[in-house]
């Protein structure tokens, strides 16, 4: 019996290995599409409902952990070249997609004219008659001051922020965007001055948001491996030190985590 299909081969079988950790055995046939198909029809209804609830959340950590239980190097997937940027797409939302172009662009514009001259357009407020200039609160997330600053920043964002907009929303992600810009640049203004930029105080709300919402929401399908979480406190500690000799804006950083556990925190008080 045909079930369903998937434009996917990989979707596919994390369903087919999920349902084998239930006790029913499907299987893929390649028609253009990857067609399940069962066998035994006295298993349809349960199918079915797993099949629900795994197209609202096809990238719930328990459907990668059944693929780790059941997989194996015998399977008949062929995976058709992709492009990269429609794989880039495929994981980010629009407001994703859309800061991601601002970032590089404003890093272009610098090479051009040069850092100082986009920090004066774009830095925080140097003073009080700079303060209703609205987007200078902000902007300065968008500012990259090295090549190496600007993808290590994109990489997480795209990583993170896609994952946030995809599965909670356009919304969710521009609140959590808008309130660690802010308040991340506010405190890196107190601790070392106004010229700083970048976009690390959101990338770690991001971190500290959806490492947070994974242990306390696992439902949501918004996790961050323990392991990354950790490697994000040991690179705090390491801008903190200044152990590498980076000019690293550790204040941002820190309020930027703080801010995410924050929101992660009243997002899923109800949950608790």
């Not at 434009?7 to 499907?26: C, E, I, S």
């Not at 200039?133 to 902000?138: C, K």
């Not at 190496?148 to 990583?159: A, D, E, P």
């Not at 200044?242 to 950083?253: E, K, Q, T």
Request: hydrophobic content about 50%; some cysteine; overall charge neutral.
């Amino acid at each position: 019996m045909r079930i369903t299909q998937f434009n996917h081969p990989r979707t596919a079988q994390a369903f087919v290995d999920y349902m084998a950790t239930r006790g029913v055995q499907l299987r893929i046939e390649q028609e253009g599409h990857s067609v399940v198909m069962l066998d035994d029809e006295s298993k349809l209804e349960m199918v079915e409902n797993e099949l629900n609830q795994f197209i609202r959340d096809p990238d719930n950590p328990r459907y990668h952990a059944a693929s780790w239980q059941t997989g194996n190097t015998r399977n008949s997937l062929r995976y058709e070249r992709t492009n990269f940027w429609a794989n880039i797409r495929e994981r980010a939302g629009p407001l994703t997609m859309t800061l991601m172009i601002a970032c590089v662009a404003v890093f272009i514009l610098m090479q051009i004219v040069g850092d100082e001259t986009v920090l004066m357009w774009l830095g925080w407020p140097a003073g009080p008659q700079q303060y209703f200039q609205v987007w200078r609160w902000f902007s300065h997330a968008l500012l990259h001051f090295s090549l190496l600053h600007i993808v290590f920043n994109l990489m997480w964002w795209w990583y993170l922020g896609g994952a946030v907009e995809k599965r909670l929303g356009s919304g969710k992600l521009f609140v959590i965007m808008l309130i660690s810009a802010l308040l991340s640049g506010w405190m890196q203004d107190k601790f070392s001055g106004i010229w700083f930029g970048g976009l690390s105080g959101v990338v770690y709300a991001l971190m500290g948001y959806c490492w947070l919402r994974g242990e306390r929401d696992p439902e949501s399908g918004i996790y961050l491996e323990r392991g990354l979480i950790g490697f994000a406190i040991l690179w705090l500690v390491i801008g903190w030190y200044g152990v590498l000799g980076l000019d690293i804006a550790n204040a941002a950083h820190i309020v930027g985590l703080l801010v995410g556990l924050a929101m992660a925190y009243v997002d899923t008080r109800r949950r608790q």
